[in-house]
């Protein structure tokens, strides 16, 4: 993500965790030296990171399904998902919702987000990531 003002250019940059180390940070700012223009300052800097609890109650139609690795297979699911999020997307609880039904539609009867109860609006320097996920088998 680019922010520009007159005579500053500020690159919002990250890992794929979100991260900026100086390294990664030195390296950008090598790499766009050449194509900066003279007079203009140029500024590589971190995106705000925003991370993201999920706890869910997944309503499951074969209750004899229930166990630790369908738990588990869903949380990862979840963080799969976050993790590819790009700076400034919004987290929309129905996209969230369907990527978790799209895991077995006729499996998973219902959903419940208990930390989660409207969609989430990012700033454009903010990336989304996920904090604990928590998901509850019923």
């Known amino acids: 993500y680019v922010y520009e003002q ?3 250019v500020l690159v919002y940059a990250h890992d794929k965790n979100g991260n900026l180390s100086d390294e990664l940070k030195a390296q950008v700012k090598n790499s766009l030296q050449d194509y900066r223009p003279s007079g203009i300052l140029l500024d590589v800097v971190a995106t705000e990171k925003v991370t993201m609890d999920v706890n869910a109650t997944i309503t499951i139609s074969n209750k004899q399904r229930i166990n630790k ?7 990862n699911v979840i963080r799969d998902y976050l ?3 790009k700076v400034n997307q919004d987290l ?10 799209n895991i077995d539609d006729s499996l998973i009867y219902d959903l419940q987000y208990s930390s989660l109860t409207e969609n989430y609006i990012t700033s454009p320097q903010q990336i989304i990531r996920p904090g604990n996920v928590v998901v509850t088998l019923e």
């Open 6 to 8: 007159v005579g500053r």
């Open 69 to 75: 690795t369908l738990k588990e297979h869903i949380e």
């Open 83 to 85: 993790n590819n999020f």
């Open 92 to 101: 929309v609880l129905a996209d969230l919702t369907q990527v978790i039904m």
